[in-house]
């Protein structure tokens, strides 16, 4: 089963995706992580992405592709995968398409949190406290950038699975245990059919 989450910063998409690998053996590919752990590698690329992520900026295309195609191909998704924070551009959302079609695989279901701006800040603010600031970009400012270059780029990327048929809407603003259900309902039914 492969899957695509999405949803703005603090919508809940690790956790969800953590709970979807426990109970369906997808691997979760957290785009945000990958990076995070490439910054505190301290290497020059780390350090150039590091200042892209206090910026609340997106990483060039090129770049995130070749991450994904490598992740997706290791052995650890051969069930499946859970694209947490890909694709966020058209862009990585055709490259996507042309590199699982070159596998013979496809994406089953595009799941969008939904969740309003409002809510948001006070999530991140929550996160940040409770980490102890373990996140960098976790502050009001550059959540301000970072919901700006959701709503511009990656909220466009809906409707290219929108016509697929494959976009499902949840409501990411109900307790996180019913967030979890709607997920299941939705993964069920395919399980099902
Ligand atoms: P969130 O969704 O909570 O903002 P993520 O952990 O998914 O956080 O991503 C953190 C940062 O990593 C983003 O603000 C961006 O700078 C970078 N990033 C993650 N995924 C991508 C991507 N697919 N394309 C470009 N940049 C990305």
């Given at each position: 089963m492969n899957l695509i989450l999405?949803?703005?910063?603090?919508?809940?998409?690790?956790?969800?995706a953590?709970?979807i690998q426990?109970?369906y053996g997808a691997r979760q590919l957290s785009t945000?992580d990958m990076?995070?752990?490439?910054?505190?590698?301290?290497?020059?690329?780390?350090?150039?992405?590091?200042?892209?992520?206090?910026?609340?900026?997106?990483?060039?295309?090129?770049?995130?592709?070749?991450l994904v195609a490598y992740a997706i191909q290791d052995d650890a998704c051969a069930e499946g995968f859970i694209l947490d924070?890909f694709?966020?551009?058209?862009?990585?959302?055709?490259?996507l398409?042309?590199m699982l079609?070159?596998i013979g695989r496809a994406i089953d279901?595009?799941?969008?949190?939904?969740?309003?701006?409002?809510?948001?800040?006070?999530?991140?603010?929550?996160?940040?406290?409770?980490?102890?600031?373990?996140?960098?970009?976790?502050?009001?400012?550059?959540?301000?950038?970072?919901?700006?270059?959701?709503?511009?780029?990656?909220?466009?990327?809906?409707?290219?699975?929108?016509?697929?048929?494959?976009?499902?809407?949840?409501?990411?603003?109900?307790?996180?245990?019913?967030?979890?259900?709607?997920?299941?309902?939705?993964?069920?039914?395919?399980?099902?059919?």
């Amino acid at each position: 089963m492969n899957l695509i989450l999405f949803g703005p910063p603090g919508a809940g998409k690790g956790t969800q995706a953590q709970r979807i690998q426990q109970k369906y053996g997808a691997r979760q590919l957290s785009t945000g992580d990958m990076l995070r752990s490439e910054c505190e590698s301290g290497s020059d690329l780390g350090q150039m992405l590091k200042s892209i992520l206090d910026a609340g900026q997106l990483v060039p295309d090129e770049v995130m592709v070749k991450l994904v195609a490598y992740a997706i191909q290791d052995d650890a998704c051969a069930e499946g995968f859970i694209l947490d924070g890909f694709p966020r551009t058209l862009g990585q959302a055709e490259a996507l398409d042309e590199m699982l079609r070159e596998i013979g695989r496809a994406i089953d279901h595009a799941i969008i949190l939904e969740v309003d701006d409002g809510i948001l800040l006070d999530r991140i603010r929550n996160r940040a406290a409770q980490t102890g600031g373990a996140r960098s970009d976790d502050n009001a400012e550059t959540l301000k950038k970072r919901l700006e270059v959701y709503h511009k780029q990656t909220k466009p990327v809906l409707p290219f699975y929108e016509k697929k048929g494959i976009l499902r809407r949840i409501d990411g603003m109900a307790p996180m245990d019913d967030v979890t259900s709607q997920i299941d309902a939705v993964l069920g039914k395919k399980a099902a059919a």
